[in-house]
């Protein structure tokens, strides 16, 4: 499996979930692979900490039961950005999961 993928013009890393997650700020994506063999978004979010955030997330359990079975995480240290980046990666994407910024 390859472990870089893009969602629109951003390059994001393949992650299992369980995996060692870093302290450090970015958007991240919970997704599943259609039977296309096509990444879907279960989830799109933001976080100052990966590893904060991401070991025991409310949303990971709802997006595992539609599907999801990786994490597509990108380093972004600076919130006005992450803030931008998320809002249009959800807009475009508009994944079951997320009710804000649609």
């Given amino acids: 499996m390859n472990k870089d993928v893009n969602w629109l013009e951003f390059g994001f890393r393949v992650h299992q979930h369980e995996d060692d997650w870093f302290s450090l700020g970015g958007i991240y994506i919970f997704c599943g692979l259609n039977s296309q063999k096509l990444w879907f978004p279960l989830y799109i979010g933001q976080a100052a ?54």
């Fill in 49 to 102: 900490s990966f590893r904060d955030r991401l070991q025991s997330h409310e949303q990971w359990a709802p997006a595992k039961k539609l599907g999801a079975t990786h994490v597509h995480a990108m380093a972004v240290p600076n919130k006005n950005q992450r803030d931008e980046i998320e809002k249009k990666l959800i807009q475009a994407f508009k994944p079951s999961l997320n009710t804000q910024l649609k």
